[in-house]
């Protein structure tokens, strides 16, 4: 089956009441460990790029890797989705590229660092939906901004999510999928403390949600960070201080309220750590990169079957017929 709709996915997961993990990847080996967990658990999945590992795969080598994902695992429904695109002209490389979802993250300045303004990000993402949508592709906004940097991208200031602006925000742009700013933050070191309700505004959320039961809301930022990740990394060698990411139960929380997709990295990265430290622990004469890629690619497979089954994903890939993105186009028109 060839790349499908972010956008058919997410009605489907708002169908059925559950969430999709969207899994951002750099190389074969996270694409292999997401397809395989996706296949064992029947999920329908998003892998997510961002424009360090557009640049970093060179855009070819990882639409390549995409196609052949869909050749090996012809049953898993997945879409691939541009993360955190800075301007219009970036999204519109993907989707020349071939991505069937972007995100414009018009809450920053094109430098992806400086916080813009509602006007500025209503222009910007409308820009996009428009020509998106006339290719059948999906767009995710944002509105308000999250803290912490991820791959340079990000100012690390906190501004929450205003439910009434998202709701102006939503009608002026005619995205999707926007992703809230609820307190959760990119990286590994998002709260120095387990994250309480003071910390996780979830009850935005529910308030957004009820304003916009039709569009879909996306969590970023929402590893969860595991403690024994942590340590094994920090058994083998590794300086990781502690820290705490987004509880599951939160997580499972907004599944509940309207959150459709869950935006994964730092996981996956701690998993991958992890293990390619405890081989080098354990055999300092090692250099196959297969004998430390192969465990790493088992040990982040573990992380996407865990989360894809905590979101509620698992066992959905077979519910429903992957529309084509001309269909997608169609409706699309069908609804200006
Ligand atoms: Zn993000």
């Known amino acids: 089956m060839p790349l499908v709709s972010m956008r058919q996915l997410l009605d489907e997961a708002a169908a059925g009441g559950y969430g999709v993990g969207a899994f951002n990847v750099n190389n074969m080996e996270q694409i292999q460990a997401v397809m395989d967990a996706a296949s064992d658990t029947r999920s329908p ?5 961002s424009r360090g590992a557009r640049s970093y795969t060179n855009d070819r080598f990882l639409i390549h890797l995409m196609w052949a994902a869909t050749e090996v695992y012809p049953e898993v429904p997945v879409a691939l989705h541009l993360d955190h695109g800075n301007e219009p002209d970036t999204c519109f490389s993907a989707i020349e590229q071939g991505f069937t979802s972007v995100m414009m993250d018009g809450s920053l300045l094109a430098d992806g660092k400086t916080p813009s303004d509602f006007e500025y990000n209503v222009r910007v993402t409308r820009q996009v939906v428009e020509r ?21 991208h990000g100012s690390g200031e906190v501004h929450l999510t205003d439910p009434d602006q998202a709701v102006e925000f939503v009608e002026r742009t005619g995205i ?9 933050s990119h990286g590994a070191y998002k ?28 969590m970023h ?31 499972q929380l907004g599944i509940r309220h309207g ?10 990265r701690l998993a991958m750590t992890g293990a390619i430290r405890k081989v080098f622990a354990g055999d300092k004469g090692e250099f196959d990169p297969r004998k430390y890629l192969a465990p790493a690619r088992d040990a982040m497979k573990a992380v ?10 698992a066992g959905h890939a077979g519910d429903y017929e992957p529309l084509t993105l001309e269909e997608l186009r169609e409706r699309y028109a069908a609804a200006v």
């Not at 709260?191 to 996306?218: C, R």
């Not at 997709?261 to 996956?268: E, G, L, Q, S």
């Open 304 to 313: 996407y079957v865990e989360r894809m089954t905590q979101f509620g994903q």
């Open 221 to 251: 930022g929402s590893s969860s960070v595991p403690k024994e990740l942590v340590d094994e990394i920090n058994r083998y060698g590794g300086e990781i201080a502690p820290t705490w990411g987004v509880p599951v139960e939160e997580i």
């Open 191 to 218: 709260f120095t403390k387990p994250p309480d309700g003071e910390v996780l505004a979830m009850n935005l959320i529910e308030e957004i949600h009820s304003k916009l039961p039709d569009t879909h809301l996306v």
């Open 132 to 152: 998106a949508h006339a290719a059948g592709v999906t767009v995710e906004g944002e509105l308000g901004t999250l803290g912490g940097i991820e791959d340079g």
């Open 259 to 268: 959150v459709r997709k869950i935006n994964v990295d730092t996981d996956a």
């Open 176 to 184: 999707d999928a926007l992703a809230v700013a609820i307190g959760t």
């Open 45 to 49: 999945v998003i892998i997510q790029a």
